[in-house]
Structures are given as C-alpha cells and as structure tokens.
C-alpha cells in the first residue's frame, strides 16, 4: 500500500490509521487503484500524475473513478 507523506493538521501531531480484519486479506490493483479486502470491508489507495498530463482534470476525474468502481 501506498503512503502519504503529508502533515498532520491540528493541535496533535500523534495519528494513527489502523484497520482490524479477519486473517484473510486480499490484494490486488485495478487500474490506478491499489486495494486490499478481508471479504468485507474494503481500503484502497489511488495515485494519479496531474502534472505533465496530456489529458485535463475532467478525464483524470473520469479515469479515477472508472477504475474506483472496476475495484
């Protein structure tokens, strides 16, 4: 899985993402889209290049969430 390499906003820094599942994760990547799945719930990550792109922020959109429903 991806990370963010972002500041924490608020008066804590301290923060912490966990996510409990069953022993059975799976894993895979459609598209953009990197996800991982116990059967039940579903966390998954997408990272599109804006910059330098050939194509505007509507057919990112567009792309984003075409391979967010293919997941």
């Known amino acids: ?14 923060m912490a993402d966990l996510w409990l599942a069953g022993e059975h994760i799976q894993s ?14 579903m966390l998954g990550s ?3 290049e804006e910059g330098g792109a050939q194509q505007g922020l ?3 959109s567009r792309a984003a969430y075409r391979d967010l429903f293919a997941a």
């Open 58 to 60: 509507e057919q990112l």
């Open 28 to 41: 895979g990547r459609s598209g953009a889209v990197r996800w991982r799945s116990d059967g039940h719930w």
């Open 1 to 14: 899985m991806s990370t963010v390499n972002a500041p924490v906003l608020g008066e804590n820094s301290a």
């Open 46 to 48: 997408i990272d599109l």
